[in-house]
């Protein structure tokens, strides 16, 4: 099993491009969810899907957009990237539990916006 | 929402135990969880415990939670090198997603 997956593992995008990353699980899990991680802040849950063809906001959603056409895959778009996108971008996944939340996570992105 | 806090930065001699910190605010988290990170590398779950309980050991881990105060402690005994990473304590909250804390650096000086 490789877990989960992240592509690419480092990007530099000039303001106003856009790009898609990507998250794939191979464990069948239900939920997956995309984080920003920025020094001093801990994992901030930018959007999550409780399962395929679903998504939901997190907590800072603005700016991007996901997609869940497949049960294994989670994209996550910067649309118009802006110097504020600067992070390191973690994707997880879990399965649907009633109570806890285990969640596996990739090796994340490097995404910087100049 | 919940507010999840930890301080910053921890540094210990090797084979001294360390012991990592957290408040919490949401007192309705049914779990309350460790994860650490490697440089480099994503969050992997260390350990957690379940809201009705106070203590849990697992190896050279030992987790304590004071419900009361919403204090939440990890104590890693025999601390070593590759113990240096950054941990981080959550908590699930009532939509059952995690909120993180900040990370706690842990250094551990030979």
């Known amino acids: 099993n490789a877990g989960v997956t992240q592509t690419p593992k480092f990007r530099v995008l000039k303001t106003g491009q856009s790009m898609t990353l990507l998250c794939a699980q191979d464990m069948n899990h239900e939920y997956m969810y995309w984080y920003r991680q920025d020094p001093g802040m801990g994992l901030r849950l930018i959007h999550y899907?409780?399962?395929?063809?679903?998504?939901a906001k997190g907590e800072v959603p603005d700016g991007y957009n996901v997609s869940r056409l497949k049960k294994q895959n989670f994209l996550l778009g910067l649309e118009s990237a802006a110097p504020s996108q600067t992070s390191v971008y973690f994707c997880a996944s879990s399965l649907r539990v009633p109570t806890g939340n285990e969640q596996f996570f990739g090796p994340g992105t490097r995404l910087t916006v100049l | 929402g919940e507010d999840v806090e930890q301080s910053l930065f921890l540094s210990v001699r090797e084979g001294d135990s360390s012991v990592i910190n957290c408040t919490y605010t949401?007192?309705?988290?049914?779990?309350l969880y460790w994860y650490k990170q490697e440089p480099g590398a994503g969050l992997q779950l260390l350990t957690y415990i379940f809201s009705n309980m106070d203590m849990k050991q697992d190896q050279r881990l030992t987790v304590l939670l004071n419900k009361k105060d919403k204090h939440l402690s990890l104590r890693i005994a025999d601390t070593q090198t590759g113990d240096s990473a950054i941990y981080f304590c959550a908590g699930n909250n009532a939509g059952n997603m995690l909120t993180f804390g900040g990370g706690t650096r842990l250094m551990v000086k030979p």
């Open positions: 949401d007192s309705s988290s049914t779990y």
């Open positions: 899907s409780v399962g395929e063809g679903t998504t």
